[in-house]
C-alpha cells in the first residue's frame, strides 16, 4: 500500500511530503495507522549525515504510538483496535545469545533499525513520520491505558534508552544519579530516576530550566557552565546518564563518580570523546555505553511508567512543522519532546 510520509530526500536537506510504499501485511505482521511519531536527536544526526552515509530518501521517526488495523493470520499477541507503540526495532534474528537473553538491539547479526536499516526482506526500512506501518508483530508494544498516546510516544525510544542503564546500574533508593542534559532522554531519564526512587541531580548548560528540572522530578540542579559546579559535586554520584548530543569534556564529568561510580553514554555525538584513563583508575570508575534496550524491558517501561503516571512533556506539532523543529531541537530550545501528530500527514502529500 502506497502512504503518506514526510522525507529528508538527501542528506541535510529540509524534510519534505512524499508518498512510501508499505508492504502487505504478513503471517506475523501487524499493520499499524500511526497517531503520532517522536522527533528524536538521532532522526536529526542520521538526516544530517553525522553518522555517515544513509539510504535517502529517509523517512525518520522511531517513537510510533498508533492503533491496530490489521493483523497477520498467525498474530496472537495483538488485535484490531489495540493501541500500540513502536520503538528503534523493527527485527532481529531472534536465535543468537542476545536476542535469547532479550538484548535484541544487540543481536549478533544486526538489530533492524525501524528506518534507514535493511529489513530481512532485503527492503530498506522507513520510520514513523507516515500515516502507517507494517511491523513484526514481536517488534510492536502494548501501550497500556492511562498514559496520552501523545505522551507516550517517547517513552517507545527516549523512555527505554534512560530505562535501561538505570535498572541496568540500579537505579533506586540511596543511589545519588546525575543526567547531563535535560532534553527529551534527559527529562525522561529525571523522571524515571526520580520514580525508582534515587537522588537525582541535572547537569545543564544554565539553570534556564531549573524549575523544570525540579518539577520533573530532579532534588539538585546545576549549570555545567559554572566552573564551581564541578568542585561542588566532585566524588558523588554512583551513576552519571550522559545523554548529549554534542562531545563533552569526558574528564571533567568522570570525576563526579564516587568509588565504583559508573557514567555511561547514551548520547551519540558524532566525534569521538576523549578519555583520560586517570580519570578512572583514581576511584575504580566506569565509564559505559548503553542502546535502546530490548523488547521485553521496553514492554516492562512502558508498563512502569503507566503505573507511576509518567509520560513524556510534548509539544505537539503538524507535520509541516518537522523543519522548524529541527532547528529548535539543535539550539536545545526543546521542552521536551517535539511529537508529530500524523493524522496531519492525510492530506500533506496529494
Ligand atoms: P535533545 O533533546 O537535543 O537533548 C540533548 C540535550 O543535550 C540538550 O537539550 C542540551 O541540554 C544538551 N546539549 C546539547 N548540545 C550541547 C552541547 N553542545 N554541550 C552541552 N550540552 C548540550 O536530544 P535527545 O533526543 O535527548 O538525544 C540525545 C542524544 O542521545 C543524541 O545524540 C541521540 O542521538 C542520542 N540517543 C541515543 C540513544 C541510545 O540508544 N543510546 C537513543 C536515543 C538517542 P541542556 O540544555 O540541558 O544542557
Ligand atoms: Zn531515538
Same mark, same amino acid.
Given at each position: 500500500m502506497r502512504v503518506n510520509a514526510y522525507a #529528508?530526500?538527501? #542528506?541535510g536537506e529540509p524534510l519534505a511530503p512524499t508518498t512510501i510504499e508499505r508492504r502487505e501485511v504478513g503471517p506475523n505482521d501487524v499493520l499499524i495507522q500511526i497517531t503520532h511519531a517522536g522527533i528524536c536527536h538521532s532522526d536529526i544526526h542520521t538526516v544530517n549525515g553525522d553518522w555517515g552515509p544513509q539510504p535517502f530518501p529517509v523517512v525518520p521517526g522511531h517513537e510510533i504510538v498508533g492503533v491496530v488495523t490489521e493483523v497477520g /493470520?498467525? =498474530?496472537?499477541?495483538h488485535q484490531v483496535g489495540d493501541r500500540v507503540g513502536v520503538g528503534c526495532? =523493527?527485527? /532481529? *534474528?531472534?536465535? *543468537?545469545v542476545n536476542c535469547k537473553n532479550g538484548d535484541e538491539q544487540y543481536c549478533v547479526k544486526g538489530m533492524v533499525g525501524t528506518y534507514a536499516a535493511t529489513d530481512r526482506d532485503g527492503t530498506t526500512t522507513q520510520g514513523g513520520y507516515s500515516t502507517h506501518v507494517v511491523v513484526d508483530a514481536d517488534y510492536v508494544l502494548r501501550v497500556p491505558e492511562g498514559i496520552d498516546s501523545a505522551a507516550a510516544a517517547p517513552l517507545l525510544c527516549a523512555g527505554i534508552t534512560t530505562y535501561t542503564p538505570l535498572r541496568h546500574w540500579d537505579a533506586g533508593p540511596g543511589s545519588k544519579v546525575a543526567v547531563v542534559g535535560l532534553g527529551g532522554l534527559g527529562h525522561m531519564a529525571v523522571k524515571i530516576a526520580h520514580a525508582l526512587g534515587a537522588h537525582v541531580t541535572v547537569l545543564s548548560? /544554565? $539553570?534556564?530550566k531549573q524549575e523544570d528540572g525540579l518539577r520533573l522530578g530532579a532534588d539538585a540542579y546545576f549549570a555545567? /557552565?559554572?566552573?564551581t559546579t564541578f568542585e561542588q559535586l566532585a566524588?558523588?554520584?554512583?551513576l552519571i546518564i550522559n545523554t548529549v548530543s554534542a562531545p563533552v569534556d569526558l574528564n571533567a564529568y568522570l570525576? $563526579? $563518580? #564516587? =568509588?565504583d561510580g559508573t557514567m555511561v553514554n547514551v548520547g551519540a555525538p558524532p566525534e569521538p570523546l576523549s578519555l583520560d584513563v586517570f580519570s578512572l583508575i583514581g576511584a575504580r570508575r566506569s565509564f559505559a555505553g548503553s542502546m535502546i534496550g530490548g523488547i521485553a524491558l521496553t514492554q516492562e517501561m512502558l508498563d512502569f511508567c503507566a503505573e507511576k503516571g509518567i509520560g513524556a512533556e510534548v509539544e505537539v506539532i503538524p507535520a509541516d512543522k518537522v523543519n522548524e523543529a529541527y532547528e529548535r531541537v539543535l539550539a536545545s530550545d526543546v521542552r521536551y519532546r517535539f511529537v508529530i501528530d500524523t493524522s496531519t500527514l492525510e492530506d500533506a502529500a496529494r
Open positions: #529528508a530526500p538527501a #542528506a /493470520s498467525d =498474530v496472537t499477541r526495532m =523493527v527485527n /532481529s *534474528c531472534g536465535e *543468537c548548560q /544554565s $539553570l534556564k555545567t /557552565s559554572d566552573p566524588n558523588q554520584f554512583d570525576g $563526579l $563518580l #564516587a =568509588v
